[in-house]
């Protein structure tokens, strides 16, 4: 019976584990629309790992690369609630330090619909805090809406 507790104790441990990680990995990328949404850079810039990597897949299927700074930077000439990136937890997958999280969005601006695509993130646990490292995303026009 001793047996059986423990490895209930053991697995119910690893589950719990698990779910918050998986939280503050969901909050990590919740955090960086919230930020965009607020126009706030100071939220923005603590999602990111230091060597953070951005990039888009563009129409003509070429991969753009964009530094972090330069994002913050344009997102701080919005105002607040110009740019509204909608988006839902397709999947994620955690080992260890490292997570994936795959989110489909659409994506306002000043309230209009603009664009939709998807998200594709890999964010680290660095001093026990989930950072974006690396982001990729594409854009379409063409969405079923």
């Not at 230091?50 to 530094?67: E, G, Y």
């Not at 994620?92 to 603009?114: M, N, Q, R, W």
């Not at 695509?117 to 660095?126: D, E, H």
Request: aromatic share 12%; proline share 1%.
């Amino acid at each position: 019976m001793r047996k059986l507790f423990a490895v209930l104790m053991f697995l119910s441990s690893f589950c719990f584990a698990q779910n918050t990680d998986q939280n503050a990995v969901k909050e990590t990328v919740e955090r960086l629309f919230v930020g965009m949404k607020s126009a706030d850079t100071t939220i923005i810039k603590s999602v990111f790992a230091d060597a953070a990597i951005l990039q888009t897949i563009t129409k003509n299927n070429t991969v753009k690369t964009d530094k972090v700074q330069d994002f913050v930077d344009s997102i701080s000439k919005l105002s607040k609630n110009d740019a509204d990136e909608r988006i839902k937890f397709e999947a994620v997958h955690i080992d260890g330090s490292l997570a994936s999280v795959f989110t489909p969005y659409e994506f306002y601006f000043k309230g209009k619909f603009s664009h939709c695509g998807a998200n594709s993130f890999q964010l680290v646990k660095q001093n026990n805090i989930w950072k974006i490292q690396y982001l990729i995303d594409t854009r379409r026009t063409n969405c079923n809406k």
